[in-house]
């Protein structure tokens, strides 16, 4: 079995490397790019439907709230009924809003397939260079 050998030169052959070296890390670029921008992408349309439900259950549960009130002044005074259900809600709303700030803060944002290859990529040309 005979093996062909490469007639380039040392010099050309790092030429070569480099070239290609550079040219996987522009795609590495692009495709951490293409990942962020599909991450922020689905995020930005996810934040409108959640901005959109938002609104619409705020309304509703304002007319619940003065529903409520109305119901609870049938027995005791209205200035009470308003002050213990606005407590209430209030108490609610600050439950919601710790349970979104600790979802946020564990998301994870980072392009996981880009630092995966980006490593093959760091093998491969320790591979090339030995």
Known sequence: MQTSRD????GELFGDLTRQLSALMRQEIRLAKTEMTDTVSTAGKNAGFIAAGGALAYAGLLAIIAGIVLALALAIPAWLSALIVGIVVAIIGGLLIWKG????????????????????????AKEQMS
Do not use: Y
């Open 7 to 10: 007639e380039r030169s040392l």
């Open 101 to 124: 700030v600790n979802t946020l803060r564990s998301t994870d944002m980072a392009p996981h397939e880009t630092v995966e290859t980006i490593q093959e990529d760091a093998r491969w």
